[in-house]
């Protein structure tokens, strides 16, 4: 397929190589009617070029959506550095990446995701001031699971609502998949409310830990083995670990009324969310419940704020119940209306952009 072709719908993409480090990455900027592009740099041992495209282009087009739900003011872009993250990393390979991300002027800010860490950036930051996500003690704003799971928390409450009438967490039952970053502090908030929840981790260490931690907390635990997670009775399915979770096999087995966790690409296909619609379950889409973490990154550009961030996130509430209600009036998945919410965002915003321009002279005319 020609390059522009496979492109379209994306603003700019950039492709860097800098045989002095052996730095190869691609930087992809999907849409900034928001705001500057905001993603991720991920590393990984592509095995090609054009596999190391596909996923740059998908991951920033998601970006433009999740930072529109957010209401962060920041468009969608992502970057990815061809390599692999054990054996190629040097201090020298991510100030050549700082460079290129600096060449953009502002349109492009990234920090950590799959392969990478905070610390690589700290080396990247000092080539560009746009750099979110470093250590605490280089100025970032710390663990962004925080934020992630009471987001979660957020999420559960809305469903609850929809569902049951009241957003309390109290007397209803959660199926936890993950107890890992996010999961982990879900399952320790949701014990304090009082509810009854059943857990499984593919690392017992997490179970164990969290059973010692509950004792003598008001909600019950029950551990469970790994794919029986999906059969429990409980009132709502709550996915923290894997993507792709919520598939032709799993759904059938679902005896939940509701899905809400911090996992990534929870429906193996777009399909999917018909699938569960149909089968009277209510999903909340994940990219909305999970940017907690993303809120307090792209927060770092005012200076982080604890309270800013707890506000934003505490939006995911009400974003939600917009999204349900509009899914019950279109008849149409959760997953499409929480896109749809997304695209009004966007659009209202580019309508804005162009409000002084109506009628009069094009912004990009340049006068002497
Ligand atoms: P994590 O790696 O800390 O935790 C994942 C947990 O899931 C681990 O304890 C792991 O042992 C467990 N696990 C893996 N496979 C499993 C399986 N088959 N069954 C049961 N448990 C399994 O990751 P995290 O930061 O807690 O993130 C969890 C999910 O949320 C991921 O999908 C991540 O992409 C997503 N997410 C996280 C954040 C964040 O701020 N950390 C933000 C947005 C989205």
Known sequence: MDLFTKIQGHEQVV?????????????????????????????????????????VLRLSKGMTYKCAAADVDFGGGKSVIIGDPLSDKSPDLFRAFGQFVDSLRGRFYTGTDMGTTPEDFVHAMKETRCIVGVPEEYGGSGDSSVPTALGVIYGIMAVNKAVFGSDSLSGHSYGIQGLGKVGF????????????????????????????KARGSKGSIKPVALDDIYAVPADVFVPCALGGVLNDSTIDLLQVKAVAGSANNQLFEERHGDVLKNKGILYAPDYIVNAGGLIQVADELYGHNKQRVLTKTKAIYASLLEIFTQSESLNICTAKAADLFCEKRIEAQRNRSSFFTHGKQPKWEVRV
Request: hydrophobic share 45%.
């Open 185 to 212: 502090k879900v399952a320790e908030m949701l014990l304090e409310a009082g509810a009854d929840l059943f857990v499984t981790d593919i690392d017992e260490r997490a179970v164990f830990t969290l059973l010692e």
């Open 15 to 55: 492709f860097c190589n800098d045989p002095n480090t052996g730095l190869k990455a691609i930087i992809a900027i999907h849409n900034t009617a928001l705001g500057p592009a905001l993603g991720g740099c991920r590393m990984r041992p592509y095995p090609t070029m054009d596999a190391a495209l596909e996923d």
